[in-house]
Structures are given as C-alpha cells and as structure tokens.
C-alpha cells in the first residue's frame, strides 16, 4: 500500500515546484525517525530530498508532536512559563525555547496569509484587567 504524500510541497526555494502541493511531484521515499513516523519524500522536479518536518517548528524536535502541542496550548490559553512548566513536566527553559519556536513559526505563517486584505470595517474589544493599589 503507497503511502500517501499529497499532503507535502517541496521546500526548495529554487524549484519550480517550491509550495505546489498535490502537483504530483513530491515522491514517497521511506519512513525515518525513532518510532518510523515521519515521511521522507523527493521532489520529482529538483531532486531534493526532505522530512514532512522541514520547514516546521517540529523539524529538529526531540520532543513529541503531542507534548509540543500541549506546550503551545498551555501559551496561547495565557498560562506563564512556569506554570506551564508546573502543568507539564518540563524544565522552564523547554517552555522558553518552545514558546520563542512556536511564536516565530506563527507569526511567519501570519506575514504569508495576511496579504492584500480589504478590510472594511475592524472591532475593538477591551480588555479589562484588575488593578490593586498596596
């Protein structure tokens, strides 16, 4: 049974095919990790070879995806580091590096989509907060 790589684009900034994804150029090569998780694939048109990780905060990663995952929605719901830390069983300094990799990778996939809006009318809400005087 082929696996299925329709999914993935080549990450070549120099290929033709560079963001094409289902183009029918990306090829299933093998699986590779520990666990034989993740997908590695060829570019039909440049020959390159990556992992479904290139180009992503996981690419690199010694953590799980489940454990990133949960890391990043401690912080976007608000929690601190430390409680972060507290909540899910990692050093400060792993939710530090986590915070700063997740956050650069958010905020580039933001400058690529938000572009050329038309934005007709924009809603401000407050945000309220409790200030204690000592």
């Known amino acids: 049974m ?3 790589v329709s999914d993935l684009c080549c ?3 120099s290929c033709s095919d560079v ?5 029918g150029n990306v090829r299933f090569i093998r699986m590779t990790g520990k666990r034989r998780d993740i997908r590695f694939a ?3 048109t440049c020959r390159s070879e990556f992992s479904e990780r290139k180009g992503t905060p996981m690419f690199g990663a010694k953590l799980p995806p489940e454990k990133v995952a949960l890391i990043g929605q401690h ?3 608000g929690n601190g580091q430390r409680k972060t830390a ?3 069983g990692h050093k400060q300094d792993t939710i530090a590096f986590w915070g700063r990799k997740l956050g650069a990778h958010a905020k580039n996939f933001h ?3 938000a572009q050329n809006l038309d934005v007709r009318e924009a ?3 407050e945000m309220w907060s409790f200030v204690g005087k000592k």
């Open 11 to 13: 990450v070549n900034s």
């Open 75 to 77: 912080l976007m719901e």
């Open 19 to 23: 963001g094409k994804r289902a183009a």
């Open 2 to 4: 082929p696996i299925d």
């Open 42 to 44: 060829r570019c039909v």
């Open 86 to 88: 507290r909540l899910t």
């Open 123 to 125: 809603q401000f809400d």
């Open 111 to 113: 400058q690529e989509k």
